[in-house]
Nanobody, 117 residues
Framework: QVQFVESGGGVVQPGGSLRLSCVAA????????MGWYRQAPGKERELVAA???????DYSDSVKGRFVIFRDNAENSLYLQMNSLKPEDTASYHC???????????WGQGTQVTVPG
């Protein structure tokens, strides 16, 4: 059974930082591209960052230069370091796993990040 335990969300003032964590289970973590999606009320789901099995990362333009994604395959863990947070970063952040070869996609329940305007 695939499970994600996401943590690290909260309320932070503009300009502040948070680090999100995701511990995954139920699949071969190292074989999946991992990512963080976010969803805000009334907005489409957005992939903000992804990291491949060999460690290559990519970011949406909205977070590039402010967020860093990294993974620890030994701990089945994914992280998102978020710096210089803005009110528009307010959303529920979800850990995700994708395997093109297996044709599988999973995502977690999410952790809320709120940056007051």
């Amino acid at each position: 059974q695939v499970q994600f335990v996401e943590s690290g969300g909260g309320v932070v003032q503009p300009g502040g930082s948070l680090r999100l964590s995701c511990v995954a289970a139920g699949f071969t973590f190292s074989a999946y591209t991992m990512g963080w999606y976010r969803q805000a009320p009334g907005k489409e789901r957005e992939l903000v960052a992804a990291i491949t099995t060999d460690g290559r990362s990519d970011y949406s333009d909205s977070v590039k230069g402010r967020f860093v994604i990294f993974r620890d395959n030994a701990e089945n863990s994914l992280y998102l370091q978020m710096n210089s947070l803005k009110p528009e970063d307010t959303a529920s952040y979800h850990c995700s796993a994708y395997s093109d070869s297996a044709g599988e996609f999973y995502w977690g329940q999410g952790t809320q990040v709120t940056v007051p305007g």
